[in-house]
RNA sequence: GCGCCUGUAGCUCAGUGGAUAGAGCAACGGCCUCCGAAGCCGUGUGUCGGACGUUCGAUUCGUCUCAGGCGCACCA
């Protein structure tokens, strides 16, 4: 599908071709124009600053090549209403009420595709993230990469980017091992006798919890098992329980993965092995101390990094690699991280493995989803893992203040940022709460469309014009926030982040009351009116209902 | 010491080279005989942390610097 703005850009580029013809332009000079929203609405729908950019190159002032440029575009009336040059050098568009009318029909006619295009359908994309050790519930920080992620997914997916979703399950690792040390331990105690938790075990009740239900499954097994043997039982138990529980949790949450991926898979299937060796062939692999390492600093690391410990051990590293290599080999040609605030030092040394194994950086992107903090009553809420902290689970937030509220609220922030999240203002459910104020605007829209069925008010065909001759300035206000919604998609689409999204609904829903505010929409006695009306609010309800679908926000036709 | 993230209104944050830097929250005052007042309207504050540089033009890019957060293992 093919919206405004590159319309306009086309528009634009015929007449630089036309200027270049008749010789008022050199030719061939090499400038993508392009088109932004201007940040004061008088200004136009559109804006160009294309002939200051080239200015310099092809010595011309560029008020003048803005000048010649707009007189060519506005010779096109029936598009635009108006084509102006300004001071330095830009040109001002306005749309004629015809191209607006029509986008606005556009809207309702694509309906829940509108917004959507297949400009990244030659992508194939990984998208890993939450990827939370499965040792305990998954916490406030997994809740925002949770939301980050499926809304971005969701985005990337509705620009015609083929999106896979996965999940790391870290189950070979020491942490992994910790738990059914930890496990152990609890049952050990529970018998009477004295039995440590491991330093950095885990001792919060669920592993309590967990343990039980092992010591039940596996009774016979464990009847017989040596301690070690013991341990690694209830860690497998004790993993895949915890896995169970994220997948429970993520569910509620709206966030369903396309693969689970476990880590012991990649020893299982000598991957790893295949990894360092496919490493080794190209020549960046070396011996020393009675370690394996792999030479990352060749690609701008820090330091050299092992691979295989002095004890005969694959270094997680080596695992992350050969995931990673795995990742490419099953035919994706991007890979997207979101990892946690904790693992910013180790992008360095996981890119230089990829290009070393012939993959150019561009194709590996790591967002670190940055830290939360709860914020109650004015005060940061401690919520650590292990320690004596409070345990804030992302099970507690979504019952407290509910999923739609937690799902907007981490997603009204910039991932790379750290977000104080408001315990109090999430709580508010009939007040300033930014996220009913979108969800209201649909609300009321439903309910005026219901009313308009009420009183026999038809909403026009979807051929129909939308809205009169002689607009409101509110209407106006509302068309052009709703036409703007692609653009910004494909903003966000490039940035991989949803928070965008969150603002431009909010400006939607901004503009949506204060039309309904001034403009009688269901009136019996000015039926032509209504009709046109009636067309414009089913377009709001239409893009609002896209842009909440794509954050995983329900769009409640009452509230 | 090295690296990453962040410094924009009282608070929380948008703004990825453009025109008068914007929202929400908080404060105060208005608006419902009429489609949902979970709404609308009005009242105002900024050395965009600081310095230098690149540019026609910098909150945005670069270098330096100050402040806060986080990370720097043959842990995962």
């Known amino acids: 599908m093919k919206y405004l703005a590159a319309e306009v850009v086309q528009k634009i580029q015929n007449a630089i071709a036309q200027l270049e013809q008749e010789g008022f332009l050199p030719k061939g000079f090499i400038v993508t124009p392009e088109v932004e929203r201007p940040t004061n609405p008088d200004f136009g729908d559109f804006s160009c600053n294309y002939a200051m950019k080239c200015a310099q190159q092809i010595k011309k002032p560029p008020l003048a090549t803005a000048r010649a440029t707009a007189e060519v575009l506005a010779k096109d009336q029936d598009f635009f209403a108006s084509v102006t040059a300004i001071k330095p050098g830009f040109i001002n568009i306005k749309l004629s009420p015809r191209v607006l009318r029509e986008e606005c029909r556009k809207i309702r006619q694509s309906g829940e595709r509108y917004g959507t295009t297949d400009a990244g359908r030659s992508r194939r994309l990984l998208l890993e993230f939450v990827s939370a050790n499965p040792t305990g519930p998954l916490n406030i920080v997994s809740a925002r990469a949770a939301a980050v992620g499926d809304a971005v997914a969701n985005i990337l997916q509705s620009q015609g980017v083929e999106v896979s979703r996965e999940y790391y399950i870290n189950d070979a690792g020491r942490q992994a091992r910790l738990l059914g040390e930890s496990m152990y331990a609890r049952l050990e105690q529970q018998a009477g006798r004295d039995y440590p938790v491991p330093a950095g075990g885990y001792e919060k009740d669920y592993v ?80 020393r101390d009675n370690a394996v390492w792999f030479a990352s600093t060749r690609f701008g690391d820090d330091k050299d990094r092992v691979l295989k410990k002095a004890d005969g051990d694959w270094a997680y590293l080596a695992a992350d690699i050969a995931y990673h290599r795995d990742k490419f080999e099953r035919g994706f040609t991007e890979l997207v991280d979101l990892w946690g605030p904790d693992h910013h030092g180790y992008i360095a040394r996981l890119r230089a493995a990829l290009q070393a194994l012939g993959h150019a950086p561009e194709s590996f992107t790591v967002h670190i989803v940055q830290q939360v903090n709860l914020m109650e009553h004015g005060n940061p809420i401690s919520m650590s893992k292990r320690g004596e902290g409070r345990l804030l689970e992302m099970d507690d937030l979504l019952e407290d203040v509910g999923r739609d509220v937690t799902r907007f609220f981490f997603l009204m922030r910039a991932t790379s940022a750290h977000l104080d999240f408001d315990l109090d203002l999430a709580r508010k459910h009939s007040e300033d709460n930014p996220v009913y104020y979108v969800q209201y605007a649909y609300a009321r829209i439903c309910s005026i469309l219901k009313k308009a069925q009420a009183e026999g ?23 052009r926030e709703l036409v703007a919604y692609p653009d910004m998609l494909e903003n966000c689409t490039r940035a991989l982040e949803p928070h965008g999204l969150t603002f431009a609904l909010r400006d939607v829903a901004t503009s949506f009351h204060r039309f309904y505010t001034i403009c009688r929409v269901v009136d019996p006695a000015e039926p032509e009116r209504s009709r046109a009306r009636l067309a414009l609010v089913d377009a709001a309800r239409v893009v609002i209902q896209n842009g909440l679908t794509l954050l995983g926000i329900q769009a409640p036709e009452s509230m």
Do not use: C, T
């Open 457 to 479: 008010l038809a909403l026009p065909s979807l051929e129909q014009d939308a809205w009169g001759d002689q607009p409101e300035r509110e209407e106006l206000a509302l068309v």
């Open 208 to 287: 309590q919890e967990v343990a039980v239900a092992s010591a039940n499954a596996l009774k016979n097994r464990l009847a017989k098992a040596v301690a070690e043997q013991a341990i690694d039982l209830h860690k497998h138990f004790g993993v895949e329980a915890m896995v169970e529980r994220h997948k429970i949790s993520l569910e509620k949450y709206g966030v369903v993965f396309d693969n689970w991926f476990s880590e012991l898979s990649l020893h299982a299937e000598k991957k790893i092995e295949a990894a360092v060796a496919d490493l080794r062939a190209r020549g960046f692999v070396f011996e």
